[in-house]
């Protein structure tokens, strides 16, 4: 019986040590975004990114993001908010909402941009994208409606 308790309390100090190595790399990489809080300073990182700087397992290191909030400059932050696979060919869903954002911000109010051409616009621009995918952002992301239903 007795060891069975010290079995559990050694995996209880290295499960600290797991997220112990696991915080100090995600911040490590997120260094800019936690200094600046500016979504374009996030960089693309995966589970598997950090599983490799760590070797920690990258299912640990998933349910180690789901349960640990980190306190910053008086707020708290979901570690798995500080995730993102880059989206598109390595651009990350932010850059991407950032730009459309631009792109809708100063739209002429009298020919709106449909997202067949913000597609078209941000295909041209190196960004490959569907129109599908444009919508999802614009709903999600940007919380904005259809073009003839913005004012």
């Known amino acids: 019986m007795k060891d069975i308790k010290y079995y559990k309390l050694e995996e209880i100090m290295i499960s600290d040590k797991y997220i112990e190595k696991t915080i100090n790399e995600i911040l490590k990489w997120q260094k800019k975004y936690l200094q600046t809080n500016n979504k374009k300073d996030l960089r693309q990182m995966t589970l598997q990114n950090i599983s490799d700087l760590t070797d920690i397992d990258k299912s640990v290191i998933s349910r180690i993001c789901k349960s640990v909030k980190i306190e910053l400059l008086d707020k ?14 390595g651009n990350s869903a932010f850059e991407i909402s950032s730009i459309m954002l631009d792109l809708i911000v100063n739209e002429d109010p009298k020919h709106r941009y449909t997202d067949t051409l913000l597609c078209e ?31």
């Open 76 to 89: 708290f932050i979901d570690l798995k908010s500080l995730f993102h696979s880059g989206g598109i060919d």
């Open 121 to 151: 616009i941000l295909n041209a621009s190196g960004y490959p994208i569907s129109r599908r995918t444009v919508c999802k952002y614009r709903e999600a992301h940007l919380k904005y409606p259809k073009y003839n239903k913005r004012h």
